[in-house]
Structures are given as C-alpha cells and as structure tokens.
C-alpha cells in the first residue's frame, strides 16, 4: 500500500501526474512559455511534488518541485538518466562536450578538462582575471550610465578567453574571437526555445550565427595548430587541452573537440558569470548598508593590496553576498534530465523517455525552505545549522554532472567584485524597476547604473 495525501490506493493504481493548466492541442503550453520563467514560477503553486508540462507535441516533461526528488533524481538515479531536450538542443548548437555528453563520454571528458580547473591554475587565473576587471572598470566614464548587464558579458568573455587563450592569440584574433563568442552566447539562449526547423530558415539571425560559430572554430583550429607547430607551452587553457589524451583512442584532442569545449565554456560560463554579478552589482546599490560592510571587509582583508587567490576563503561576507545571489537571482530556469530506462522517482513509477527538469530558480525561492524568500539578506547563510535540506538549494547543481567549474566561477566572481566595489560606486536611478526576463540564463532586461567614482579612506585613516 502506498498513501497520496493520506489516503491509501493499492499500490496496482499508479499515481496521476497533474498536467499545468494551459495546455492546448498540437502546442502544448507554447503560449504559456512565452512568459517562460513566470510559467515555471507559477507550477510551484500547485504545491504538488511533480507537475506534467508539454514542450513539444508528444514529448512529456515532468518539473519535478520537491527537493527530496531532485536531490534523489540527480544522486541515487543518476546513472539512469541522459541529459535530456536542452542538453541534446546545446550539443547541436555547440558540438560535443563535457557540458552536454553523458555516461562514459562525459567522465572521460570531465577527466581531461579537470586540470584546467586545479588550484594551482586558477591562481594563476586570477592574476589574469584581476588585470582584466581593472581594465574594463578603468574605461568606465565617471558620471555617465552604463549598461551594466552588456558591461559583465563584456568583462566575463574577457575574463574567459583571457585564461583560455594567455598566450595564444594577439590582439586581432583576440578581438575577432570576441566578438564572435558574443553572437554565439546570444544566439544559443534563443535557438533553445525555437524548434529545430527553424534552425534551417535562411534568416539574418540563423546566417549570423552560423557564421559566428565557424568563425569560433577557425580561430581555434588555427591556433591549435599554430601551437602544436611551435611546441611551445603558453600556459593557458589552450596548451592544457593540447596535452589532453583521449582516453578512447590515446590519441590528443582534435581541434574541432578543443573547440567544441572552448564553445561550451564560453556560453556557459561566461553568461551565468554575468548574470550573477550583474544581479550582485543591483543588489548592492539598492542595500547600501550591505554595500558598506563588504568593503569595510576587504578594507580589512586587503588594505591597499590587490585580491589574490587565498583571499577569497578569507572574504566570508562577501560569499555570503554571492551565495545569496545565486539563492534570489539563480541564472538556471530549467535544468533537464531524461529517463533510459523505467526508473521510480518517489512514489511515481517514469517510464523509459521521460523527460525530467527542475527549476533552480523557482526552488531558490521556496517560501517552506527560505523564510521571506524576496528579502535579499547575506546573513541567513551565517548559520551552518540553518543550512536547507539535500536538493533544496543548487547553486552549481548536484551529482555526477555538478559544474566542475563552481571553484572556478566563485573565485571570479569574488575577485571581479573585490577589484569593481574598491574603485567605483554604482547607482540606481530613484525607484528603477528592474525586470528579469529567462533565455539562456535568468537576468536583468535592462540593468542601467550611473558610475561613481569610490572615495575611500586611505589605510590607516580614521572612519
């Protein structure tokens, strides 16, 4: 006998699954995804544990919404499962990578990349990671607006390929690649949402990225090619992935497989990346008192000094801040799996093909688990026993496809803040509103800020 709700059923009833309403004949919930995150948001009102959405005609896809479940499905039921629909749609647009591959193709992968993201390389990351951030705040006009969801993809692209390509390219190339990493990472979180035969159309925006992403892989393939001529060692991301073996053949990477990873890594680093601290920059200027002790922290930690990559585990304030942005601001709406086999999730039996997916955004905001939810408040991580229980909170996901760069991408974002907050102040307009809008990632639509420059006491003065 199993229970739904306390009442007893046989165990031979299987257990509905409540589709959301909205569904339409032949589309499914197509007009409902146009407001895609507000959709997905609005599932969690059911409160039931698993809701039955409909993406394509004929594909089912269960948002499951209990943290238990999720914490079960990306663990105990792991090797059951493929990536599923947005994974496949990604391996398409960008090829085969670490993000998209699964079962022994992706512990393989995950094998090769690991080094890149050793301690010992991201220190020296953030030398780069610091030089770049210091750049790009020093072309900022003091007094003038900016952008400043344009001014983090621009600055976390420069971050990426800085680190991937050290040594590599010179400028030219360096700004060719740039600028066509920017039309892939745009177009990709479109392309997501549109069938595959619109893919084919011969449209401006299909023609643009195709050709953005041939120009990516040239460049790669070039300077693969150019280093593998050389014999040299440039120290970058780029001549570690030239020494990776491919465990399958013992054969090194082929460029079009180091680019198929270089793509992957731009369009999903670089856009959580600015997403996050972009939403980080917002949230600072409407809390200056929040403001006001991160810098009286790195006033403490690093007094006239540049942040390096031991300062970051001494900068609690300042993870609290971020960790609580990735809690209310989470760039991931729908994050996909795909059953294999017949699995039992809970007290559902799946049959082989379904299509899973949760929602980081939508679970980050659970009032049950997170007390005034849409309170931006650093300090309710200051409690290690207040921790949410398994599968509640997922900031780099869970299991064997966690992000393997989550060190990684915390350390970039502690060190692009520590560098911006200590030269600028970055304004709000009086009584801005700031709408969030989900393509790839969930961020800002428009994110406007007046740029100020920072008077700080010099080291020593009284405060």
């Not at 197509?30 to 895609?36: F, G, I, S, W």
């Not at 959709?39 to 238990?68: H, K, N, Y």
């Not at 849409?374 to 949410?388: G, I, S």
Request: charged content about 25%.
């Amino acid at each position: 006998m199993i229970a739904v709700k306390g009442c007893p059923v046989t165990s031979a009833a299987p257990l509905p699954i409540p589709r959301a309403a909205g569904s339409l004949p032949f589309i499914g919930h197509a007009l409902r995804m146009r407001d895609n995150l507000g959709f997905i948001d609005s599932l969690r009102d059911t409160r039931e544990p698993l809701v039955e959405i409909v993406l394509q005609p004929g594909t089912r896809t269960v948002v499951v919404q209990d943290p238990a479940l999720i914490h079960q499905m990306l663990k105990a039921l792991a090797p059951t499962l493929d990536k599923g629909r947005l994974y496949d749609k990604l391996g398409q647009l960008l090829g085969d990578s670490v993000v998209t591959a699964t079962g022994r193709p992706h512990v393989r992968k995950r094998r090769q990349l690991q080094p890149a993201f050793a301690h010992t390389e991201i220190s020296r990351y953030v030398d780069i990671m610091r030089t770049e951030v210091t750049a790009t705040v020093a072309d900022w006009e003091r007094g003038r607006p900016l952008d400043v969801r344009e001014a983090m993809v621009g600055l976390s692209l420069d971050m990426l390929a800085k680190t991937v390509f050290a040594g590599s390219l010179d400028d030219a190339v360096f700004r060719r690649l740039r600028s066509d990493l920017s039309v892939v990472m745009n177009g990709v979180g479109v392309r997501l949402m549109l069938p595959d035969w619109a893919e084919r159309l011969p449209l401006p925006f299909n023609r643009r990225f195709d050709r953005a992403r041939a120009g990516v892989r040239a460049t790669v393939n070039t300077a693969v090619e150019e280093l593998q001529a050389s014999g040299h060692d440039t120290g970058d991301m780029l001549s570690m992935l030239l020494r990776a073996i491919d465990e399958e053949t013992g054969e090194p990477l082929t460029g079009h497989q180091i680019a198929s990873e270089i793509l992957t890594l731009a369009v999903a680093g670089t856009e959580t990346t600015a997403s996050v601290l972009s939403w980080t920059l917002y949230e600072l200027a409407r809390h200056p008192g929040i403001e006001a002790r991160v810098l009286a922290e790195l006033d403490e930690v690093l007094g006239e000094r540049p942040v390096a990559l031991d300062d970051v585990a001494r900068l609690p304030y300042l993870n609290r801040v971020i960790t609580e942005t990735l809690r209310l601001h989470h760039p991931g709406w729908l994050v996909t799996r795909r059953t294999t086999e017949e699995i039992r999730l809970g007290e559902w039996t799946l049959p082989a093909g379904t299509e899973l997916a949760y929602c980081q955004h939508a679970l980050h905001r659970d009032p049950e688990r997170f007390p005034d939810p849409l309170t931006f408040d650093p300090d309710r991580w200051n409690d290690p026993a207040q921790e949410p229980p398994p599968g509640a909170f997922l900031p780099f996901g869970d299991g064997k496809h966690k992000c393997m760069g989550d060190r990684f991408a915390r350390t970039e974002m502690v060190t692009a803040l520590a560098t911006m907050l200590r030269s600028v102040r970055l304004e709000l307009a009086e009584g801005q509103a700031v709408r969030q809008v989900a393509r790839l990632t969930v961020r800002p639509r428009a994110l406007r800020m007046t740029v100020l420059p920072r008077n700080r006491p010099r080291a020593g003065a009284r405060h």
